[in-house]
């Protein structure tokens, strides 16, 4: 899908939501390494790159099962050595994408409400954004379950954290742009309303930006600008 801005024509969005791996933050092998990591120490076969890939994304425990074929009661223990393992090497590797900071700043400057919303639990949200200096760009960061206690969404839907985000801020939904890698971002801007911005350097296997309904799509984090404050910057 060829690169698309949002109109001129348009006024600038009142929120621009944000997704995080893949969107913000290259992982890095971070998330990939740490599931392979929780996998052996269950004694769980390891699939190939490829699907450890498509695990980025969306909640974990939908991906272990449904992706990966992990047995359903194996995958609290997956998940618990996969965090343990993330919180302590896997955050330092990984790193924010080039140009996604100034993109913030950018938008901030602009008076632009910004937000994280992602299928990480909210605290390692917080730790994540925090190691890499950009917790304080942010108004509202929205996560799941800290315990990881409550199921995830039907099928790792992300509209009502969505929701959840643009209330926060006192925004609606219809006054924000979701920017994200994979389907589930854009398929929750389209269920609650918001405009969507796919992010093309992300995780998306081809075409999966374009199929969910994505309003638009970016090739690089450099054209964040100009996609969002409808500048001429590319």
Known sequence: MPPVVIPSTRQYPRAVLFDLDGTLVDPAGGITRGIEHGL???????????????LV??????????????PAESIPAVVRDYRAWYRERGIALSRVYPGV???????????????????????????????????????????????????PAPGGAKDHLLREA????????AECTMVGDRRFDILAA???????LGAGWGFAPANELAQAGADAEIAAPHELRGALLLTEEA
């Open 101 to 151: 900071t100034e993109a913030l700043a950018a938008l901030k400057d602009a008076g632009v409400r910004l937000a994280v919303v992602t299928s990480k639990p909210t605290p390692l949200a917080r730790t994540l954004l925090a190691h890499h200096g950009l917790d304080s760009l942010f108004e509202v960061i929205v996560g799941t379950s800290a315990d990881e206690t409550a199921a």
């Open 57 to 70: 994304g969306p909640p974990l425990a939908i991906g272990l099962e449904e992706l990966a074929g992990v």
């Open 40 to 54: 052996v120490a269950n004694a769980l076969p390891v699939p190939d790159q490829a699907v450890l890939d498509e």
């Open 190 to 196: 389209k269920a609650t309303g918001a405009r969507s």
């Open 166 to 173: 643009a209330d926060a801020l006192g925004v609606q939904p």
